[in-house]
């Protein structure tokens, strides 16, 4: 089972699959702005049987590295880039990720999905009905 932390090696299929997702979550987070928790998450679930803390945990510490930098190039040359904005943003979220992963780790899976569940279903709504 791939989310098993114990492994210490991946399999050829895994690391294809994990490719391919991380393409996937990277295509939607260059066009739209969304990829670690909406596409990333789920996927590493449903497809690879991560735990949902397992799965958190693993998309947290890949967006430790510059893995949108490219991404970012793109908008800033078409002058859609505040970096005032970002770094203000970047403060907040750090504090908010050491705070939120100190309450996720405390809640049962079971609760953690369910929450994670309706907060992507009420954002799809408002902007599904949204003008």
Do not use: C, R
């Amino acid at each position: 089972m791939m989310g098993d932390l114990s492994e210490k090696q991946l399999k050829m299929n895994e690391i294809i699959w994990l490719l391919i997702i991380g393409l996937g979550a990277g295509i939607l987070s260059g066009m739209v702005g969304i990829g670690g928790g909406i596409v990333l998450v789920p996927a590493l679930v449903m497809l690879l049987h991560f735990n949902q803390h397992q799965a958190q945990g693993t998309v947290l510490a890949m967006l430790m590295f510059p893995v949108v930098a490219l991404g970012v190039l793109n908008y800033y040359k078409g002058g859609f880039v505040d970096f005032k904005v970002a770094i203000l943003l970047g403060l907040g979220f750090v504090l908010g990720s050491w705070l939120g992963s100190k309450l996720a780790v405390q809640t049962p899976e079971f609760w953690l999905k369910k929450v994670f569940g309706v907060i992507i279903l009420l954002i799809s709504l408002k902007m599904i009905f949204s003008k």
